[in-house]
């Protein structure tokens, strides 16, 4: 802990030699100081870099509850895209993380986390505004509030977002069946588009519905998918942001 305080008034003085113009500081009165733009000078990277190092293991971020990783030896699984751990980034309870490995378990909508000594960890779903995985961004939208009051609560993959947005909704749902006297668990998964245009969302899944909302481009955008040789049934997800997509830029002002 003493360790950390001096680190912490070390990086304060660092900061501080460098309040000048030229730095990136503009100095208001005695008390208040204005940040223009955030220049981390190489003098001050090396005790930065070990402040956080040093409070690595107090931050917020690892106060979540344990997680149970449950039929773990089950073929099929609870996960978005694959069961191994990857690395990747969460802004949670006002503050980024980068490099955390996760996973997100979508049959109960919950980002998991590994703690530096191995335990899993579940994060407070209130408190992730957003995270990357697989190159995938997840946002947290809240019923009634970002988005209409009958969709869920929770994370929904943005699949394009512009002018107009996309959303998906991923899930699964643990079912049973029994194989040669053993309880096998399987996960099928379903996913759930929607498409946000003058400020409500719209349940879309194919492609009469996706162009129902855009009825005076229906010939456009038929065409933008023939031209990129797109198959609506075939890629559903790639063919829905690429009409709404269209859609955006046949409309600019």
């Known amino acids: 802990m003493r360790f950390c305080t ?11 030699s460098f309040s000048q113009t030229d730095s990136g500081f503009v100095v208001r009165d005695e008390n208040l100081l204005e940040i223009n733009k955030l220049q981390v000078l190489p003098e001050t990277k090396f005790p930065i870099s070990l402040y956080k190092e040093a409070t690595a293991q107090s931050q917020n971020i690892y106060n979540g509850r344990l997680y149970y990783l449950y039929d773990a030896r089950m073929e099929e699984h609870q996960f978005f ?3 191994k751990w990857q690395k990747g980034v969460v802004f949670y309870d006002g503050q980024r993380f980068d490099s955390i ?19 899993h960890q579940m994060l407070q779903s209130e408190k992730v505004n957003y995270f990357l995985k697989d190159n995938h961004t997840f946002r947290r ?24 947005r996309t959303l998906v909704r991923r899930s699964k749902q643990r079912q049973e ?11 099928p998964e379903k996913d759930f588009y929607y498409i946000r ?8 899944r194919t492609k009469k519905s ?6 005076e481009r ?19 997800e790639t063919a829905i942001a690429k009409i709404v997509a269209t859609y955006d830029d046949l409309t600019k002002p």
Not at 106 to 118: Q, R, S
Not at 141 to 164: C, H, V
């Open 101 to 119: 490995p996760m996973i997100y378990d979508i049959v109960k909508d919950e980002l998991i986390i590994k703690h530096f000594y191995g335990d």
């Open 81 to 83: 895209g694959d069961r």
């Open 218 to 236: 229906k010939r456009e955008l038929r065409k933008a998918l023939r031209d990129e040789r797109i198959r609506f049934r075939q890629n559903r």
């Open 177 to 187: 069946k029994i194989v040669d006297k053993k309880i096998i668990a399987f996960f």
């Open 197 to 204: 245009t003058n400020g409500s969302y719209h349940s879309v």
């Open 141 to 164: 939208f809240e019923a009634g509030k970002d988005i209409n009051p009958q969709m869920r609560t929770g994370f929904y993959d943005i699949l394009y977002e512009g002018k107009s």
């Open 210 to 215: 996706v162009l129902k909302l855009f009825p």
């Open 6 to 16: 001096i680190l912490f008034f070390l990086v304060v003085q660092s900061c501080l």
